[in-house]
């Protein structure tokens, strides 16, 4: 059979969801074990041990519940409930009335039966918390411990009663006990599922601090050597001119020692955001270090690039910095650089740097083209 057909098929039982794949699948696993039931049953009234009526009753209600607990799931309505979108409690607590209605009709066989509870259990063990796994074993003891009471109390010959307080001893056991360790297994599983989002927050958070700078929020370093390579790769095909700018805040030292270094990142900051709001799309900042910010713009002369930085500087002259100290100026120098195309990227870098210093130099607060 073509594997395409194949597949649409599969899709049209299971859907195209991936967690409703797995909550059908569980379902129709679920409803397999119910249509062994039944047949099981079928089997003991054609043997000539179960009585017919009971039998298709029986039948009947759990084929009946495996069609409406699989359409319920697979048309997505389980998704309302979202603290058991499987129905796992549901189907358990349903698979323990089943049960007990079949030991009530299965005769002889009726103590096999009881297995199928233990199968019940475990499934919870995939999606309920431990308090209801225990909880649902629980009912089933009950449950069970009721039928087996209302049978050897109304038909005594088929159900003798010390059979029945002997078996039910066992169910009282194993039951709890089978609870108690599905939801150690699923306290495991939540445990686990926790521990893996908990590591897929720090290896983003890694993944982030290996990109970008934790005080500013910019490019760091590294990052923005890649961005350069990247903007080299472009300007060999576009053929345009990239301008470096290396940029660093006048006199950070003596701010740093007067006002202390919590001061100094706040500065740092606000340098960050006021440059940043001056970028155009394509434009890229990095904190280059300490307190060195290295400009990357695309496409861009370098009498272009000084009118950019000079309206920066004056973006940055109207931004008040006395929450940090009163009347505390915040000024930059800076470099330029342009990259032609016989140029290294890192050659521009050591340009502009040369040229910002050269800034320092002549005063201060200025811009000097290499």
Request: positive net charge; contains cysteine.
């Amino acid at each position: 059979m073509n594997r395409a057909v194949v597949s649409s098929w599969v899709d049209a039982v299971l859907g195209t969801d991936r967690n409703q794949r797995v909550r059908v699948t569980q379902s129709l696993v679920a409803s397999s074990l119910y249509l062994g039931l039944s047949a099981i049953v079928w089997l003991g009234v054609w043997m000539g041990v179960i009585e017919q009526l009971p039998a298709a009753v029986l039948a009947s209600a759990v084929l009946g519940a495996s069609v409406v607990f699989y359409a319920v799931i697979r048309s997505g309505r389980n998704l309302r409930f979202t603290a058991d979108p499987a129905l796992t409690q549901v189907q358990g607590l349903y698979c323990v009335l089943a049960c007990s209605a079949a030991y009530a009709v299965a005769g002889p066989i009726r103590g096999a039966l009881l297995m199928l509870l233990l199968t019940g259990q475990f499934f919870g063990a995939f999606s309920l918390s431990p308090s209801q796994a225990r909880r649902t074993s629980l009912v089933a003891v009950v449950a069970v411990g009721l039928t087996m009471g209302w049978c050897a109390y109304t038909d005594p010959v088929r159900f003798p009663p010390q059979v029945e307080l002997l078996t039910f001893l066992l169910v009282a056991l194993v039951l709890p006990t089978i609870g108690w360790l599905a939801g150690k297994l699923s306290a495991m599983r939540n445990k686990l599922r926790l521990q893996k989002a908990q590591l897929e927050s720090a290896l983003a958070q890694n993944r982030l601090l290996a990109t970008q700078d934790e005080l500013t929020g910019l490019s760091n370093r590294r990052h923005m050597t890649a961005l350069m390579m990247a903007e080299r790769a472009r300007q060999h095909r576009s053929r345009s001119p990239i301008s470096m700018v290396l940029m660093d805040i006048d006199h950070f030292k003596r701010i740093n020692d007067g006002c202390g270094h919590q001061a100094g990142d706040q500065v740092l900051q606000i340098f960050a955001d006021v440059i940043t709001h001056g970028l155009r799309a394509g434009d890229a900042l990095a904190r280059w270090g300490g307190e060195e910010f290295l400009l990357m713009l695309p496409n861009t002369s370098a009498d272009d690039a000084l009118v950019c930085v000079e309206r920066m500087r004056g973006q940055l002259a109207g931004r008040s910095f006395d929450h940090i100290e009163p009347k505390l100026a915040v000024t930059f120098s800076a470099g330029i650089g342009v990259c032609d195309l016989e140029d290294r990227m890192d050659t521009i870098v050591e340009r502009a740097d040369r040229a910002m210093y050269r800034a320092k130099t002549a005063g201060r607060n200025r811009t000097v083209v290499a």
